[in-house]
C-alpha cells in the first residue's frame, strides 16, 4: 500500500473518531427541546416526552424512556446526553439546612443551598462561579469570577436537589416549592442561561413552579431588569443594602454605574401594570455602617417611592472580612422605623450558619480569572502582619 493509501485511512479514521460532544439535554427549554427534535427530524411532542422522563421522572438514561422508539432511544444515547454537576460534598445543618457543594468544569466548584421551613421549602441557586460584582461585604465577591455556569448547571441544581430531597424525606410531594436566584453570582449578568433554566422551573412538564414561586435577586442591573419583564416575569429581589448613592457606590459598586433613582424607576416598571407584585428590597445590616437612624429614615422615604417591602439581613461574617453584624437592638430599631413610617418590614431569620450557608456565605471554590480574590488574600496577610 502507498503512503498516500496509508495517509488516507489515517485521516479518514481520524475524522470518524473525532469526538462531537454530546448535546446535554438537561439545559434546553421547551423552544430548544422542540427545536433540538426538528433537527432530527422528530416530532415536536418528543419535547414534553424527554423533558418529563428528564426533570419529572428524573431519568438520565435514554434507555429508560419507554415511550421513545428503540431507534430514537438509541440513537439519543450517541447524540446526547443528560448530565448534572458532580456532588462534592453534602451538608446537613442543625436548623435542617443543606449545603451542596458542586463540581463544575473548569476546576471550579459552585454551592446550592436547600432551607427547609413549615410551610415552604426554598433552593437558593448558583448563576455563576463566583460573580463580577465585588460587593463589599459579599464572600462570593471576595472569590474572583471564572464564568457564567451554563443553563444545565443552573437547572442541573434543582434537579439534582429535588432528587436528593426525595430521598432524604422520603416523599416524592413537593419539597422544593420555591426557588430562588440568591446563590453565587449575579444572575441578570448571565441573562440568557438563567432565563432559560426559570423557564424549565416553570413548565408544567418538568418542575410546574408558578412565577411567584421563582424569586431572581439583582444588585440592580437596570437594562435587564427591563427584558426580565419581558422574558420572564418572576418575583424580583433588588440588593440595595444603602438608602443614598454615596454609600451605595462603597458597599454595592455597580451603583456607580445605575444609581439608586435610575434602579427604584426600572423597579417601578418591573410592577408598573400589576396591582399586587412588590419588589423586595434586600438591606444587610452592617454596625455603624448603614444601620444609622438617618439610615432608616432615608430609606422610608425611599419606599414610599416604589411598591415594595424591605427585608432586613442580618450581616454573615465570614473569614477576613473587617464588617460586623448590627446588634439586634439596632437592627429592630431600623425595623421600628421603617414600619412606623408605613413600610412592611421583615427580618431575614439567619438559616444554616453552622455550614456556612447563611446569604452571602457561599463561597463555592472559584478558579478566580480576576485578580480579585489574590488581592482580597494579600489584604488579609497585610492586616495579620
Ligand atoms: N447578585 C445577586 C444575587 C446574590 S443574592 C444580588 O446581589 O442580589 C445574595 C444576597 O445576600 C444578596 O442580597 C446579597 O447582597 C446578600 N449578601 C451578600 N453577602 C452577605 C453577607 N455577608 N451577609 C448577609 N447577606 C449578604
Same mark, same amino acid.
Given at each position: ?51 418529563? /422522563? ?45 449545603? /451542596? ?57 434543582? /434537579? ?210 480576576? =485578580? =480579585? ?13
Amino acid at each position: 500500500m502507498s503512503k498516500l493509501n496509508d495517509l488516507e485511512i489515517e485521516l479518514e479514521s481520524s475524522t470518524s473518531d473525532v469526538d462531537v460532544p454530546k448535546i446535554n439535554l438537561m439545559g434546553l427549554d421547551r423552544d430548544a427541546m422542540e427545536a433540538y427534535f426538528a433537527s432530527i427530524g422528530e416530532k415536536s411532542f418528543r419535547a414534553s416526552q424527554v423533558m418529563k /422522563w428528564i426533570h419529572q421522572v428524573g431519568v438520565s438514561d435514554f434507555a429508560e424512556m419507554t415511550n421513545l422508539s428503540k431507534t430514537l432511544r438509541l440513537s439519543l444515547s450517541e447524540n446526547a446526553e443528560i448530565s448534572v454537576p458532580d456532588i462534592i460534598s453534602d451538608n446537613l445543618s442543625e436548623d435542617g439546612t443543606r449545603k /451542596w457543594l458542586l463540581k463544575v468544569p473548569g476546576k471550579s466548584a459552585i454551592e446550592m443551598v436547600f432551607i427547609p421551613e413549615e410551610t415552604r421549602g426554598t433552593l437558593c441557586v448558583s448563576s455563576q462561579v463566583g460573580c463580577t460584582l465585588n460587593c463589599s461585604f459579599c464572600a462570593t465577591g471576595k472569590q474572583g469570577y471564572n464564568r457564567d455556569l451554563t443553563t444545565a448547571e443552573i437547572i442541573g441544581q434543582v /434537579w439534582l436537589a429535588k432528587h436528593l430531597l426525595a430521598e432524604q424525606y422520603k416523599t416524592d410531594n413537593r419539597i422544593v416549592s420555591n426557588v430562588v436566584m440568591m446563590g453565587m453570582g449575579e444572575p441578570l449578568m448571565n441573562f440568557d442561561n438563567v432565563v432559560s433554566a426559570m423557564k424549565i422551573m416553570q413548565d408544567d412538564f418538568c418542575f410546574g413552579l408558578s412565577k411567584r414561586r421563582i424569586t431572581l435577586s439583582t444588585a440592580g442591573v437596570v437594562p435587564k431588569i427591563d427584558e426580565l419583564k419581558e422574558a420572564c416575569p418572576v418575583a424580583l429581589a433588588v440588593s440595595l443594602h444603602a438608602p443614598n448613592d454615596e454609600l451605595r457606590d462603597v458597599l454595592v459598586p455597580l451603583n456607580r454605574k445605575y444609581n439608586i433613582s435610575e434602579l427604584l424607576a426600572a423597579c417601578n416598571r418591573y410592577v408598573a401594570d400589576s396591582q399586587r407584585a412588590r419588589i423586595t428590597f434586600e438591606y444587610v445590616m452592617l454596625e455603624g455602617v448603614n444601620d444609622e437612624l438617618e439610615h432608616a429614615h432615608q430609606l422610608a422615604s425611599l419606599m414610599k417611592t416604589v411598591p415594595g417591602k424591605v427585608n432586613l439581613i442580618p450581616f454573615n461574617s465570614f473569614d477576613g472580612i473587617d464588617y460586623k453584624r448590627s446588634s439586634n437592638s439596632r437592627i429592630n430599631r431600623f425595623r421600628d422605623i421603617l414600619h412606623n413610617n408605613g413600610v412592611i418590614v421583615t427580618i431575614r431569620k439567619t438559616r444554616g450558619d453552622d455550614i456556612e450557608a447563611a446569604c452571602g456565605q457561599l463561597a463555592g471554590d472559584v478558579m478566580d480569572r480576576t =485578580r =480579585r480574590a489574590e488581592k482580597f488574600r494579600q489584604s488579609r496577610a497585610e492586616k495579620i502582619q
